[in-house]
């Protein structure tokens, strides 16, 4: 019996080895692009467009552009290595010649002199190069661009180099721009070397070699990120065979194989499914300007173990061709995220099955559409319906309460966020019908209550045994960002939820904060957690409880996914404050909560 390649699909068995997903999705997803691209074709040959830009005080380091053109054909190379072992033949960078067959380097003088710069500078940087481009007939915004900086600093006698450039990259199918340093030692001759040695002012004493790992494989790295890649870490059985994923730490470990010291970087699946239909790789042109519509169904998430999937019907026009997962655990930005992907079926059915999760850890999971024309969902975007929070217990097992929550209450959620009170008593009914948990249901009660809440009596008036903070009348209340909130978030489909645990109560307190309550010295206990909620794109915060102007408790760095709890006697306390700092690295995406903060006696 002959099974089909969608038969094939549903057949392969949980946990299928790196090769296996290979050789089940890529010829499927190669399908549905072929198809695609094939009726009524636009054609185009897009390349990657160099620009080498130095300050006014300065010359370009020595042979830049022999250089720079020889490291860029290796890393051309390497993506259509990568590719070709995916399964998708050798699709790779364009790059472009000039008439003497050299790489074409488009060169800028900076306007001011190299102390005036910094690794900030990128957005500057690139608009001093903006009128070369457009006078070579380029459109910096519908093009992908890489600005080598002329920002590195080479003591030849001492063998010291250090570089104050900017090093970060963006783009997507449409456009990107990539920020590299370039200097004097940077050649794709010395990547094989493990002597002489140099002092690098970031990576201390390394060979030449490794630091021309480190900085090809960044110039590779942040290309990946001007066309559209995400950060993500190898799975280990992806890690066992392959090595160190290029957009994870892989930019420090390019070309070491040469050196016999590991394996090297790869391009991963997810990736490579990924760059398939990037205009540059395979050439395609058709519907580049058209965005990202892809619409989720009938989701569901069911714990297998010590892994979890995740299923759905997708619909989009293009195409969808895949649909990526990134599992991103708590803490370490989103480096640390592995990946899983699946082709949906011609009904738009899919399957993604999340593992290698980190016990003892919480995580959000992103998924990602990909259409034929290139265009990506968000997985960034923490208010989409594309994001959800696991926790893994230090056994392995997996918690998906708080996922399952938030799709259960999606539709009191809509209701609330367009405060119709009919929708919403409507929702409510739905959701007791459904007999959820009772933390579920708590949830779902309160949050239908702040449609028409009314601040409690203050702390100093409840008459009760508890008072909750989160319904009580401060004194004073002050956030960073927005406005104060109180059983709800200014992302109003997001849950007081933390680690995957779900609260049905919470102030909202965007670093910094500050919210006061006058207690009288009538209240002996204050009880609750705090941390950001599930959803939340990065941030960090310390969170402090004070009483009468002491400090009663102070929390480390909290990053997402984190959740501290604290159980503190406040017995003759007239004023306690609430207060959330921006942990030191700036207050962006710092959406401190307090999770079920309440007073007894």
Known sequence: ?????????????????????????????????????????????????????????????????????????????????????????????????????????????????????????????????????????????????????????????????????????????????????????????????????????????????????????????????????????????????????????????????????????????????????????????????????????????????????????????????????????????????????????????FTLEATALKPGKAGVFRVVVMQANGAASSFANASTPFTYPYLVAKDGTVDLSASQARKQLAPLIEAVAKHDMAATASALAAVDAAKPTAAVLEAAKVRAATLSATPAPSAVEEAGSVCRLSEAKPASAKVGWGRPAYNILPESDLLFSCGSRLFARGIYAHAPAVHTWQLGGKWKTLRGSAGLPDGNDGGSCVFVVKADGKELWRTKKTESGTLRSFDLKVEGVNSLELVVEDAGDGKSSDWGCWFDPELSR
């Open 1 to 349: 019996m002959k099974l089909t390649l969608a038969a094939l699909l549903l057949a392969l068995p949980l946990h299928a080895s790196p090769q296996d997903e290979i050789a089940a999705q890529v010829p499927a997803a190669k399908a549905i692009l072929d198809a695609w691209q094939a009726k009524d074709p636009v054609r185009a040959e897009k390349k990657v467009h160099i620009v080498y830009w130095t300050p006014a005080d300065r010359e370009p380091a020595p042979h830049y552009r022999e250089r720079l053109g020889t490291i860029m054909e290796n890393i051309r190379d390497f993506y259509a290595k990568e590719m070709k072992g995916l399964g998708f033949g050798p699709m790779s960078i364009r790059l472009d010649y000039a008439d003497d067959g050299k790489m074409k380097v488009h060169v800028v003088k900076g306007r001011q002199p190299y102390a005036k710069y910094e690794v900030q500078s990128g957005g500057p940087i690139r608009n001093e190069c903006l009128a070369t481009l457009r006078d070579a007939g380029i459109d910096p915004e519908k093009e992908t661009i890489v600005i080598f900086c002329n920002m590195s600093n080479w003591d030849a006698g001492k063998a010291i180099i250090s570089q104050n450039s900017p090093y970060y990259a963006s783009g997507s199918n449409r456009q990107g721009t990539a920020w590299q340093v370039d200097s004097p030692i940077l050649n794709l001759d010395s990547l094989a070397k493990k002597e002489p040695r140099v002092k690098d002012g970031q990576y201390g004493d390394i060979s030449i070699g490794r630091y021309n790992s480190i900085f090809i494989g960044g110039i590779a790295h942040e290309l990946g990120h001007a066309l559209g890649l995400p950060h993500n870490e190898a799975r280990p059985d992806e890690e066992a065979i392959w090595g160190t994923a290029l957009m994870g730490s892989g930019n420090r470990r390019y070309g070491e194989e040469l050196r016999g010291e590991g394996k090297g970087s790869f391009l991963t699946l997810a990736h490579g499914l990924k760059l398939a239909s990037h205009p540059i790789f395979c050439g395609s042109v058709k519907g580049i300007d058209r965005p990202a519509n892809a619409v989720l169904k009938d989701v569901s998430l069911a714990a297998e173990g010590k892994a979890f999937t995740y299923s759905a019907t997708v619909t989009a026009d293009p195409p969808p061709y895949a649909v990526l997962g990134y599992m991103d655990t708590e803490g370490g930005d989103d480096y640390d995220a592995t990946t899983c992907s699946a082709v949906p079926d011609a009904s738009g059915k």
